[in-house]
Structures are given as structure tokens and as C-alpha cells.
Nanobody
Framework: QVWLMESGGGSVQAGGSLTLSCKFS?????LAWFRQAPGKEREGIAG???????TYGDSVKGRFSVSKDRTNKVLTLHMNDLRPDDTAVYYC????????????????????????WGQGTQVTVTS
């Protein structure tokens, strides 16, 4: 049975940092973080590909970093210099297909939807 579970969300002031963790039950070739703010499309933000190389969406490059621990089955997202527009529900997702191709974070590349999702964790950034 495949499952993913996020933890680490919360509230932080602008300029602050948070770390999110995603525990997964089974290794998958594609693992990534997405987020969705109220009234907005879901966007991909950071993933670790089959070679464990990080890949980032344009909106978070230079501020967020992602890492994958295969031994402990954890995908970690470090978020720095947080802004109020980073406020969203953050989801961990996995897929048995290779999804982390060029532009994977854009809405057109999210079809079909990724196969496995966590329940999400809220991140709120106050000004």
C-alpha cells in the first residue's frame, strides 16, 4: 500500500523559514511538493528526480531546497525567506512514472494528475 504523509506546516512571519517533511511508504521514481492557495491553481514547487537531483518551479528557485532520503523514506522541503504569497496548503505527491521532466511544475504538465497524494499541510506566512 502506498501512502505519503506531510508534517511541519504552521504559521511564520515573512522572511522566516519552515521545513516540511513527507514520509512515504514506498520509493517512487517521482516525488515532489505541490501547493495550492485559495482560488489558485495547484502548482508544483520542488521535486527530487530518479537520480535524487532537485528540480524547482520558477516561483521558489533560490529560496526553497528539497532533498530525498531513500533510507528513511523522507522527502524534505526547506523553505527560506518566506513571503505572504507562499501561504497555501502544501502537498507531497508521488508517481510510479517519470514525471519530473522539463516544466513539470506548470499546470499543463500536471495532466494526468499524479497518482499518490498526502493529505496536505497548511503553511501561513504573515506580514
Amino acid at each position: 500500500q502506498v501512502w505519503l504523509m506531510e508534517s511541519g506546516g504552521g504559521s511564520v512571519q515573512a522572511g522566516g523559514s519552515l521545513t516540511l517533511s513527507c514520509k512515504f511508504s514506498t520509493y517512487l521514481p517521482s516525488l515532489a511538493w505541490f501547493r495550492q492557495a485559495p482560488g489558485k491553481e495547484r502548482e508544483g514547487i520542488a521535486g527530487a528526480d530518479i537520480r535524487d537531483q532537485p528540480t524547482y518551479g520558477d516561483s521558489v528557485k533560490g529560496r526553497f531546497s528539497v532533498s530525498k532520503d531513500r533510507t528513511n523514506k523522507v522527502l524534505t522541503l526547506h523553505m527560506n525567506d518566506l513571503r505572504p504569497d507562499d501561504t497555501a496548503v502544501y502537498y507531497c505527491a508521488g508517481d510510479p512514472r517519470y514525471r519530473l521532466t522539463k516544466g513539470w511544475w506548470t499546470p499543463p504538465r500536471q495532466t494526468p494528475p499524479w497518482t499518490y497524494w498526502g493529505q496536505g499541510t497548511q503553511v501561513t506566512v504573515t506580514s
